[in-house]
């Protein structure tokens, strides 16, 4: 991707306007460690924190000399850790691409015989690992490090690229007392920044300089980010400045935009060489195209055929890329690529069948979010294939084997994409498809002779359930380890199954299960808990209070039936009642019906998630909802023997 360079009538702009590059007094000192850093026992606010990050304080500016300047990032960090559970903050990996590191410092300061002793890393201790085709990346230990230690690290990045000023993170893992940043922008440069997260500044300042902009941002006693796995990614609430430059304007000449709107951005990623090439270098292919779509007459099921030929054709190494890696011919020849490499291959082979179609870059749900106010190209990490069909954008990926040509994977799912036709003009579509579910039905029946009961079990899986228990199965070291494991219930033997339609991943999945266990008795009374395979998590939300949404990749519909057939010499003495629960007008329903038929039960549960995101302010209610559900889905059948 190209991004702005050094240049010769920028580096006069920079000498006819000086700008003051030195830094600010820094708010801490390396090395100038207090005793009390070191005896803290505990962070009091928070007694669970395993560490503390008691300063990280970071300062960009541009540096310029006779011959050169560039783009220049300092970080200072200093952190108290109390116990093992931190350990792993002692290693430090700082990635780059074409950026250079230098002045890497780290010390260790432990108390020993009541003297504060520092052990400094040793610069043979640092090590350069390539990451990938792009990325390296900078790792180091710091030495001896032990509960009680305090650690700090500085270094420095240099660039000649000013497309982004570097991002800055005030949250983390764990608690943070303080974290400063300082951005000095030169009056050339015009940045969009952004910033994001639930924590206030401190400091937020913006001061008019000699040749510049300085920028400057404290926050305090910032809480820990709590990660799970009800967010799309902690990048997108975490409490951070990001900037991207929209354009550039040196004396005595007029502006140019750089990045200013979501058009130069398309339009820059799309005259990209690597993003087009896999496009329009389809040409060896074009009689397996002619051969492949000569079964099909309507554009949805060419468009599927050719999806499904790559999935077949070519795996996915499990790199998510927006620009390809290497040529179609060499993709299809080593017969493995990234996300790149596959979907915009695929945008070509259906342009080459006369189809309509466009890639769509997007964000991984683990990415993060794409804001469409503020156009920033290293939003997008991912690329897909898009077909228009009347008026509808029927979207395909080709990664994932186990899944119908129509489902996107649950990575994928994350808001809007961004459509990029071929005469360079963009538009937003919906990634989300409100339509297809993670949709389970299991039918069981339960019968019981001498206090042993045997049962069966049906479970049909369609769309996203299915597609994810066809990829566990691939993953698994067997069939039978998977089936166990998955529908394993303590005390439960299961002594039976069969899987149908594993293979034909465009329909519904069947699961037969033939199972046994022993019922929970006392004399003259047996407990029956109908609801086996429970997958519903009811402890899948502990915090007392939450200030980020929760957020799931699908819908869900759970649906259960049982048939308990009351054996003879039994009455039925209690049945649990029937509920209803309703959660943010439907987002979230339950409903438990159970019923006597002649000598059976009857019993149905239905548990759906109708919409993907519920906001902070409804935390309180679907923590109540989970915990309602999961009880309700405990409570047993009670039977008691008829004396006669």
Request: proline fraction near 4%.
């Amino acid at each position: 991707m190209n991004c702005l360079k050094t240049r010769s009538g920028l580096l006069l702009a920079f000498l006819l306007f000086p700008f003051a590059i030195l830094a600010q007094k820094p708010t801490i000192k390396y090395g100038n460690v207090r005793m009390e850093e070191l005896m803290m026992p505990v962070y009091t606010p928070d007694s669970t924190a395993n560490a503390v990050v008691l300063a990280d304080v970071g300062y960009t500016y541009v540096n310029s000399t006779i011959n050169s300047f560039n783009l220049v990032h300092e970080r200072h960090c200093r952190i108290k850790i109390f116990n093992k559970a931190a350990l792993d903050e002692a290693t430090v990996a700082i990635m780059y691409d074409d950026e250079t590191i230098t002045q890497i410092k780290g010390s260790t300061y432990l108390l020993e015989n009541g003297k504060m002793v520092e052990f400094k890393l040793d610069s043979k201790a640092i090590f350069d690992e390539k990451v990938n085709a792009r990325y390296r990346k900078k790792k180091f230990t710091l030495p001896n490090v032990k509960e009680g230690a305090v650690i700090e690290f500085s270094y420095t990045i240099r660039s000649d690229s000013f497309t982004f000023f570097k991002e800055w993170e005030f949250q983390s893992k764990y608690p943070v007392l303080w974290s400063e940043y300082t951005a000095r922008v030169p009056q050339q440069y015009d940045y969009r920044i952004e910033s994001q997260g639930y924590n206030s500044f401190f400091v937020s300042e913006k001061k008019e300089e000699t040749g510049g902009t300085l920028y400057h941002w404290v926050m305090k006693d910032v809480p820990a980010f709590e990660d799970d796995q009800y967010i799309t990614t902690a990048d997108d609430y975490i409490s951070k400045v990001k900037f991207q430059l929209k354009g550039v304007q040196y004396p005595g000449s007029f502006y140019k935009p750089v990045l200013s709107d979501w058009e130069k951005v398309t339009k820059v990623i799309y005259e990209d060489d690597g993003f087009t090439s896999s496009i329009y270098q389809t040409g060896f292919l074009k009689d397996k195209i002619k051969q492949i779509t000569a079964k099909h007459t309507d554009p949805v099921s060419k468009s599927f055929a050719l999806t499904l030929f790559l999935k077949n054709a070519v795996k996915w190494n499990g790199l998510n890329r927006m620009f390809p890696a290497q040529s179609p011919k060499i993709l299809l020849e080593k017969k493995t690529g990234s996300s790149a490499d596959i979907n915009l291959l695929l945008v070509g082979m259906l342009r080459d069948a006369g189809l309509p179609a466009n890639p769509v870059i997007l964000s991984t749900r683990k990415n993060g979010r794409v804001n469409e106010y503020y156009p920033m190209i290293d939003n997008f990490n991912y690329v897909i294939a898009s077909v228009r069909i009347d008026s509808t954008d029927l979207l395909l990926d080709a990664t994932d084997p186990y899944r119908p040509a129509y489902l996107l994977p649950e990575r994928c799912l994350n808001s809007k994409g961004r459509l990029i036709e071929e005469n360079r003009v963009g538009r937003w579509i919906n990634l989300e498809n409100y339509l297809v579910f993670a949709s389970k039905a299991a039918n069981i029946s339960l019968s019981i002779n001498n206090g042993k009961v045997s049962g069966t079990a049906t479970v049909y899986e369609k769309d996203y359930s299915a597609a994810n228990t066809r990829a566990q199965l691939a993953e698994a070291n067997s069939k039978d380890d998977y089936v166990k494991g998955k529908y394993k219930v303590a005390g439960l033997t299961i002594t039976d199954y069969s899987l149908e339609n594993l293979e034909n991943i465009d329909t519904t999945m069947v699961t037969q299960l033939s199972f046994e266990y022993d019922a929970e008795d006392t004399p003259g009374i047996l407990y029956i808990n109908p609801i086996l395979f429970n997958s519903f998590n009811g402890n899948a939300f502990k915090a007392k209070h939450r200030t980020y949404p929760v957020s799931y990749p699908t819908l869900t519909d759970l649906k259960t039936t049982v048939t308990v057939a009351v054996p003879p010499g039994y009455a039925i003495e209690e049945l649990p009642k029937p509920a209803k629960y309703n959660l943010s007008e439907d987002g979230a329903k339950f409903t438990y019906l159970i019923g006597q038929v002649g000598d059976k039960i009857q019993l149905r549960s239905i548990i759906s998630f109708n919409k993907t995101m519920f906001l902070a302010d409804e935390y309180e209610g679907l923590k109540a909802f989970y915990a309602a559900v999961s009880a309700k889905l405990t409570e047993q059948i009670v039977l008691k023997k008829i004396n006669n």
